[in-house]
């Protein structure tokens, strides 16, 4: 239960300092952790060590995530790269105290007169801007505070010491608002007694790995193996695991935990983050975040979030895949709970809104889908899947088609809203066009002319026919086909990548009738990938040259081994909540069934090696939390198929009939997409 507490005007001030115990908001001088010359000035209220800064939640401190008055835009204040002696202030957008106080500051703010004429210019497109120059029309700080229900809190403690019980109680029906404001009900999913011991187990375990910041839950850690004494970073909260678990919480009508994670993870968006004296754009989502507890003078400690954008993470990836997995909890937040004021609040909005701008800003590439670099989402190492790998664009349509749904539009937002929208109809066109292989399209690929030019050409990448690997010929069946792991010029990387196909079909990326092809070879090639443990993260595995070439020699995606090749059972929700949607279930509860067999006497492994998944995997960790959430998430969809359809979409028509390029009008040019033979498959 939150409870309104007051809300406070405050003078405006660039020393944003509400806290009991004061910490400077003076600006000051952070050096780099490589120790080089630049410095950058930050003006909150962060705790360092180690030469990094930290969001702290000591008592009453806030972060400043201001707003301007009537417009609501946040700004923070950025120096431009070169502007190292001004301020630099970053701000969230509240916090919970150590007493569980939600504080939310959205406020017009004098700091604006720090600001460096830093604005958001998406390509001129004249999306909203974040960043205000000037000073002027300044308004008072407000703050809101929303008290915690402690009790709730405490129970929640001894529960977590008293080795956690299955909460039956708080799996009634829940009523909520819906965003007309009319009561809906909101079905929480009961936990009967009849379900398995391991799901009891599972569910046990899943409380079990809650990371608790200030007496809230905000989180699971990745992997809570008591027996692991090198964990890494697998005692930390990763935006992409949490999600099968978030899901299974909202499920069970346990919203809170959901809730706070949306919120703070918001607040680490607007982060410090440095590599190397570089700093990545802003929006960014951390891959992780952990919570650590610092010392304090007198014997006292206090605890910080710490996230890693990246920085920390082995081989610096960049974690593209966090923004777009935050936009899709917060709309399956909203769809489950009913809560829609969360996704209409301005922090919450703005956070939306950096993220894609982030996606949308234009660079040097040539198709509506995003270019990203080698690692980039749950393949998180070299694995040859850098460009437009299939999984980061399906997860960036999804998150579009959330964010359309989402986004209040107002004259601010109105050109992001139809950039979404002309984005979404490009990309789709895209994927379903020149991603799409089955029987008829290799065999036209196995005859296409080369070196084709000019706007008709039919191979327009130039894809040589010598590339189709010798393996597909073979494995590709008579009714089925699958969406291609990445497309460059010159190059399909024919590879089957199961999230990317299965988030095709959950987000309605592919037509109706590829989402339904998918499915079918999926069941027609069930030994390769399904086999004793569902399911193959990739097929096949890159082997002998090509994996020394392609993965850098690395000994743990050896062939058939994690990322390249293994199982995964994390990713059994995915295809889980694809069949329900296909009308499959049977093939979910095949699944669900062949992993139930082995998932607990396994001890919850995070992947399985070898072709058909027989053997746990050589450096797989255990009690994996998304193994446990995935399992959980997976048996409560297949009961409950009406939670589903919260969770996936259906073809939008609309998008279909939207053509915004202009070369039809000029006469001059066609349009490759009126041109395009197969259109598009509905
Ligand atoms: C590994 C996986 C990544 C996951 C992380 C935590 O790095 O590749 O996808 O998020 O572990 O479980």
Redesign the pocket.
């Known amino acids: 239960m939150n409870t309104l507490l007051g809300v406070v005007a405050m003078k405006p001030t660039c020393r944003i300092l509400l806290c009991n115990r004061c910490y400077a908001a003076t600006p000051r001088f952070v050096p780099s952790k490589s120790g080089c010359a630049a410095h950058s000035l930050i003006g909150r209220f962060d705790v360092e060590q180690r030469g990094r800064q930290f969001h702290a939640c000591s008592s009453r401190i806030m972060h400043l995530h201001p707003a301007i008055g009537g417009t609501g835009f946040n700004i923070r204040l950025l120096p431009s790269r070169s502007d190292f002696d001004r301020p630099r202030l970053y701000g969230a957008s509240g916090g919970f105290d150590c007493r569980g106080i939600w504080s939310t500051v959205v406020a017009s703010s004098a700091v604006r007169i720090y600001s460096t004429a830093v604005e958001t210019r998406v390509n001129d497109k004249n999306f909203e801007r974040i960043y205000v120059q000037g000073g002027v029309n300044v308004s008072p700080l407000q703050v809101e505070r929303f008290e915690k229900d402690e009790s709730h809190i405490a129970a929640r403690e001894t529960e977590k010491d008293s080795s956690v019980e299955v909460k039956e109680d708080n799996l009634d029906l829940t009523e909520a608002k819906d965003r007309s404001g009319s009561l809906r009900e909101v079905k929480a999913v009961k936990i009967k007694e009849g379900d398995s011991d391991i799901e009891k187990e599972g569910w046990k375990l899943l409380e079990k790995a809650v990371v608790m910041y200030c007496g809230s839950p905000v989180g699971t850690m990745?992997?809570n193996d008591p027996a692991d004494k090198q964990p890494l970073n697998?005692d930390q909260v990763?935006i992409?695991?949490f999600v099968p678990s978030a899901l299974a919480f909202l499920v069970k009508g346990e919203s809170e935990i959901v809730k706070n994670f949306l919120l703070h993870t918001l607040q680490l968006q607007s982060w410090e983050k440095t590599v190397d004296c570089y700093s990545p754009g802003q929006g960014l989502m951390p891959a992780s975040f952990k919570v650590r507890t610092v010392p304090l003078d007198e014997n006292k400690t206090e605890e910080v979030l710490d996230p890693d954008f990246g920085e920390s993470a082995i081989g610096r990836v960049a974690p593209v895949d966090s923004g777009l997995w935050w936009i899709i909890l917060l709309r399956a937040y909203g769809k489950i709970t009913g809560d829609y004021a969360l996704q209409e609040r301005v922090d919450v909005q703005t956070g939306i809104k950096l993220i894609l701008n982030l996606c949308l800003t234009d660079g040097f590439d040539m198709f509506p889908s995003l270019l990203v670099t080698d690692g980039s989402c749950?393949?998180?190492?070299r694995m040859g899947i850098h460009g437009h790998p299939l999984e980061i664009q399906a997860l960036f349509y999804s998150a579009l088609r959330c964010a359309r749904e989402m986004i209040s539009v107002d004259d601010g937002s109105k050109n992001l809203v139809r950039a979404i929208g002309n984005r979404l109809s490009a990309l789709s066109f895209h994927i379903r066009e020149y991603y799409w292989v089955d029987m008829k399209k290799i065999n036209e690929i196995y005859r296409y002319k080369t070196e084709e030019y000019l706007l008709d050409a039919t191979n327009k990448f130039n894809i040589y026919p010598e590339q189709i690997p010798p393996w597909l010929m073979e494995w590709m069946p008579e009714n089925g086909g699958y969406l291609i792991g990445n497309l460059q010029p010159a190059h399909m990387d024919f590879r089957f990548f199961m999230l990317g196909n299965l988030w095709s079909v959950v987000s309605s990326l592919g037509t109706p009738k590829q989402n339904e092809s998918i499915l079918n070879l999926i069941e027609a090639k069930w030994d390769d990938l399904i086999g004793h443990m569902p399911l193959k993260i990739c097929y096949p595995a890159l082997e002998f040259e090509e994996w020394r070439i392609i993965t850098g020699s690395d000994p743990k995606n050896t062939p058939w081994s994690y990322?390249n090749g293994g199982s995964w059972p994390t990713l059994l929700w995915q295809f889980t909540l694809a069949c329900i949607k296909m009308g499959r279930p049977d093939l979910a509860q095949k699944a669900v069934a062949d992993a139930e067999k082995r998932l607990s006497t396994d001890r919850w492994p995070?992947y399985y090696d070898t072709r058909n998944g027989k053997f746990i995997g050589k450096q797989s960790r255990l009690f994996?939390t998304?193994t446990i959430a995935g399992f959980l998430t997976s048996k409560m969809l297949v009961k409950n198929p009406e939670m589903a359809s919260f969770l996936f979409w259906e073809e939008d028509y609309e998008l279909l009939e939207t053509c915004v390029c202009a070369l039809n009008k000029t006469g001059r040019k066609k349009c490759s997409r009126i041109m395009a033979k197969s259109q598009i498959l509905v």
């Open positions: 990745a992997a697998y990763f992409r695991d749950m393949i998180d190492r990322h995070e994996q998304w």
